[in-house]
């Protein structure tokens, strides 16, 4: 909405919303004060909506059934607001891009928001059916992928970058939206299995988004692309902006979610929050990238597919219990301290990431 003023009014002073970095920091600043600021209300709201907080799984830790028990959860719904809020006042809302990633992380938050509120109505764990959920994300991120590769322009809009190496482009033709497709829900079901402790998924969500951010704002720049050798994508720079608006509303989320967490993020942020971050990858042609900076959340998700693999292939188990993040609670690890040893790992994959960029 600024950005449309500043053409609006070409005074000196509303100039100032043309520039990418500015509308950014104010992007990330507007969501983490709107977060603050709904925080409290929607954390109200939620425990008057719900009964008991969100159902704990039986066969999960035991300490879970008692500590986490009566915890609020859907504080997605918070998330979403303060980003989507933010996105609209900051960002150019004739951008294409914006709207294509907003559609998925949208979408894939109203998915979780049925599967959470299913849950609550049930009172058990078991929302939506596995293929249901299966079905509409692929269908939301098909849609997502082929509005992308249209707004896409050149051998760019059906390839695949590789890191590293320069000019390698893979190209799959029409095939490439089942690719952007499946980036997506990787991305968004990956967030989903590592949201398990307090603060877990939140940080290392900002981390990648934060890594993201910078790659909109270079690979959007026909300058910097072209002295960092990265494949210039017109118009993505304005993800820089949703990533800092994503940032800013994570933050604001921690502050309620941190150990011990006033509110669970659920399904409806751990699917959004994971497709925002496959959306913008397949947006700015970098979606190795988010294998290796998002390594934490692809870690965790081989963790589960191990484990169901080898126990219906034996009868036994790889680790004490899966997403990987129980097995260490299993073995005794404290809460705070896996989540913080998971989040300095996940800043250790994402500086990794970033240095393919200058590698070359």
Not at 220 to 236: E, I, M, S, T
């Amino acid at each position: 909405m600024f950005f449309l003023l500043a053409h609006a009014h070409p005074e000196k002073f509303f100039n100032l919303f043309r520039y990418l970095t500015f509308r950014s920091g104010a992007a990330c600043l507007t969501s983490l004060v709107l977060s603050f600021w709904l925080g409290p209300r929607v954390i109200r709201w939620l425990k008057s909506v719900q009964r008991g907080g969100q159902p704990i799984r039986e066969d999960g830790p035991e300490r879970h059934l008692i500590e986490k028990r009566g915890t609020p959860t859907m504080g997605g719904v918070l998330i979403l607001a303060a980003c989507t809020i933010s996105t609209f006042l900051w960002t150019d809302l004739l951008n294409g891009y914006v709207w294509a990633v907003l559609l998925c992380t949208l979408g894939y938050g109203a998915v979780g928001f049925v599967d959470d509120y299913m849950k609550l109505s049930r009172r058990n764990t078991k929302g939506v059916s596995a293929r249901g959920k299966l079905v509409v994300q692929v269908a939301i991120g098909l849609i997502s992928a082929t509005w992308i590769m249209y707004l896409t322009k050149g051998p760019l809009a059906s390839g695949v970058a590789v890191p590293v190496f320069k000019g390698v482009l893979i190209q799959l033709g029409p095939f490439f939206p089942l690719f952007g497709m499946f980036v997506m829900l990787a991305s968004s079901n990956a967030v989903n299995l590592t949201d398990g402790l307090d603060g877990l998924a939140t940080v290392p969500t900002i981390i990648v988004a934060g890594v993201f951010a910078l790659i909109a704002y270079l690979v959007g720049n026909r300058v910097f692309a072209d002295y960092l050798q990265l494949n210039h994508v017109p118009g993505v720079g304005e993800l820089a902006v949703f990533c800092a608006a994503l940032i800013g509303a994570g933050m604001g989320f921690l502050w309620f979610n941190a150990p011990p967490a006033a509110v669970f993020m659920g399904d409806t942020g751990s699917l959004a929050l994971g497709g925002a971050l496959g959306a913008v990858s397949v947006a700015v042609k970098h979606e190795i990238v988010l294998m290796i900076t998002g390594g934490l959340f692809v870690v965790e998700t081989l963790s589960v597919i191990i484990q169901v693999f080898w126990y219906k292939r034996t009868g036994r188990r790889v680790f004490l219990m899966a997403p990987l993040h129980h097995h260490f609670e299993k073995l005794g690890w404290q809460e705070p301290t896996i989540v913080i040893r998971f989040w300095i790992i996940s800043m250790i994959l994402a500086l990794c990431g970033l240095a393919t960029l200058k590698i070359r």
